[in-house]
């Protein structure tokens, strides 16, 4: 049962224009969420993140947009360097019945991202 | 400034062996975690220490697997009698107590011959 879906396995832009990565869940305790790059033969690399008490969340090129009637959040990266190249997944964190924050996180599968020149 | 920092990069060993892996998180980080990923899937969720505690185990790591923080610095992760579904990379993350983000080493690669 995959709770965190990245649907689109791989993602071609033009450098300078915008990628939109997308990230779906299912389970409605996650209240935290996160984007990790990842470069080939490196660990993931933290990107932004969001709590489930906004809606968004800026930081440079790199913005996170979580709308939580739809379980869904993107990752917008605008302008797209060929840099930018990588595998991009998606977690997410719940909170605890107790009302503590989880720990562990939970993974989409990643999108493949290519800026080409 | 040092991050993460995890011993072997890379690790080949015949079926049925034992392996150790180790994992140096960032200095100031009280929380680690290992996860393990396999090809075209995301890192999964292994165990957790504070400190020198370990709190949680996924029902992934079988009794075949260890991992102790013995002083809450270092950690280590075994793997007795390997099988082939062993293979994969084996990530090491560190956070503060207050849990996110965590920040991941370049991982283990473990292949089973």
């Known amino acids: 049962d995959q709770q965190v879906k990245q649907n689109s396995p791989s993602l071609s832009v033009q450098e300078g224009r915008i990628s939109i990565l997308n990230c779906d869940y299912t389970?409605?305790?996650?209240?935290?969420f996160l984007w990790y790059k990842k470069y080939p033969a490196e660990g993931p690399t933290f990107l932004i993140s969001?709590?489930?008490?906004?809606d968004k969340n800026e930081d440079g090129r790199f913005t996170v947009f979580l709308n939580k009637s739809a379980k869904h959040l993107s990752l917008h990266i605008v302008p797209s360097q060929p840099g930018d190249s990588a595998v991009y997944f998606c977690?997410?964190?719940?909170?605890?019945?107790?009302?503590?924050?989880?720990?562990?996180?939970?993974f989409g599968k990643g999108t493949l991202l290519t800026v080409n020149p | 400034d040092t991050g993460v920092s995890q011993d072997p990069r890379h690790k080949i060993t015949k079926r049925g062996q034992n392996v150790t892996f180790r994992c140096d998180p960032i200095?100031?980080?009280?929380?680690l975690y290992w996860y393990r990923q396999t090809l075209g899937q995301g890192p999964e969720f292994l165990t957790y220490?504070?400190?020198?505690?370990?709190?949680?185990k996924s029902r992934l790591l079988s009794d075949r697997f260890s991992a102790e923080r013995p002083k809450g610095s270092f950690s280590t992760l075994e793997i007795q009698r390997t099988e082939q579904g062993d293979s994969a990379m084996y990530l090491c993350?560190?956070?503060?107590?207050?849990?996110?983000?965590?920040?991941f080493g370049d991982g283990t690669r473990l292949s089973i011959l």
């Open positions: 977690a997410a964190s719940a909170r605890l019945n107790s009302g503590g924050s989880n720990y562990k996180l939970t």
């Open positions: 389970n409605s305790m996650f209240d935290y």
């Open positions: 993350a560190s956070s503060f107590t207050g849990g996110q983000p965590q920040h």
């Open positions: 969001i709590s489930s008490i906004k």
């Open positions: 220490f504070q400190n020198e505690a370990q709190l949680e």
């Open positions: 200095s100031e980080h009280n929380r």
